[in-house]
T-cell receptor
Framework: GAVVSQHPSWVICKSGTSVKIECRSL??????MFWYRQFPKQSLMLMAT?????????EQGVEKDKFLINHASLTLSTLTVTSAHPEDSSFYICSARDTSGGWETQYFGPGTRLLVL | SQQGEEDPQALSIQEGENATMNCSYK?????LQWYRQNSGRGLVHLILIRSNEREKHSGRLRVTLDTSKKSSSLLITASRAADTASYFCATDPEAAGNKLTFGGGTRVLVKP
């Protein structure tokens, strides 16, 4: 099946720094990728939809200046958490939709655990 | 806000028993999908059922969909310890531009 990777898998940073998370579709092209965050023992909450070549679409309540998304190519989307604070600590998961075959299926990355001290 | 609600929130069974979890949703959907998540890991796609389908099987998994009741169920038969994970339903609402909305999840513990 399709593979989506994320890098890094975990990161610890100091409050006030910015952290970039990469999401790559390894064996298919994805014009659309999605970014989710998940708090412990909770469900995934969609943060934004990343569109190749255009601006991301953010869900209500998600600060676009706080969570910068860049979908630079058909296989790469990045999420930058700017000026991170402890409350940004979470598990961030990306997904990509493979439109070549089973377009309805989203493939998820392994997630990135962010801890802000 | 979450579209789906799942119950139970947690389930503990013995190996070999069946596990059933349910998902309810609010709006019309294109399809409903079930995912598994092992602790601290990413999601694994299990099965997709379209709005015009009523039942689907994949190995030891059986999924039903009742669009009139806006509900779905996932049955895992002959459970194994390796089935211990959280299970999430996700709906692909008609009016949401193919964005998945996840339920709260069911944490399943299969005791050996």
């Amino acid at each position: 099946g399709a593979v989506v990777s994320q890098h890094p898998s975990w990161v610890i940073c100091k409050s006030g720094t910015s952290v970039k998370i990469e999401c790559r579709s390894l064996d298919f092209q994805a014009t659309t990728m999605f970014w989710y965050r998940q708090f412990p023992k909770q469900s995934l909450m969609l943060m934004a939809t990343s569109n190749e070549g255009s601006k991301a679409t953010y869900e209500q309540g998600v600060e676009k200046d706080k969570f910068l998304i860049n979908h630079a190519s058909l296989t790469l989307s990045t999420l930058t958490v700017t000026s991170a604070h402890p409350e940004d600590s979470s598990f961030y998961i990306c997904s990509a939709r493979d439109t070549s075959g089973g377009w309805e299926t989203q493939y998820f990355g392994p997630g990135t655990r962010l801890l802000v001290l | 806000s979450q579209q789906g609600e799942e119950d139970p929130q947690a389930l503990s069974i013995q190996e070999g028993e069946n596990a059933t979890m349910n998902c309810s949703y609010k709006t019309s959907i294109n399809n409903l999908q079930w995912y598994r998540q092992n602790s601290g890991r990413g999601l694994v796609h299990l099965i997709l059922i379209r709005s015009n389908e009523r039942e689907k099987h994949s190995g030891r998994l059986r999924v039903t969909l009742d669009t009139s009741k806006k509900s779905s169920s996932l049955l895992i038969t002959a459970s194994r310890a390796a089935d211990t994970a959280s299970y999430f339903c996700a709906t692909d609402p008609e009016a949401a531009g193919n964005k998945l909305t996840f339920g709260g999840g069911t944490r399943v513990l299969v005791k050996p």
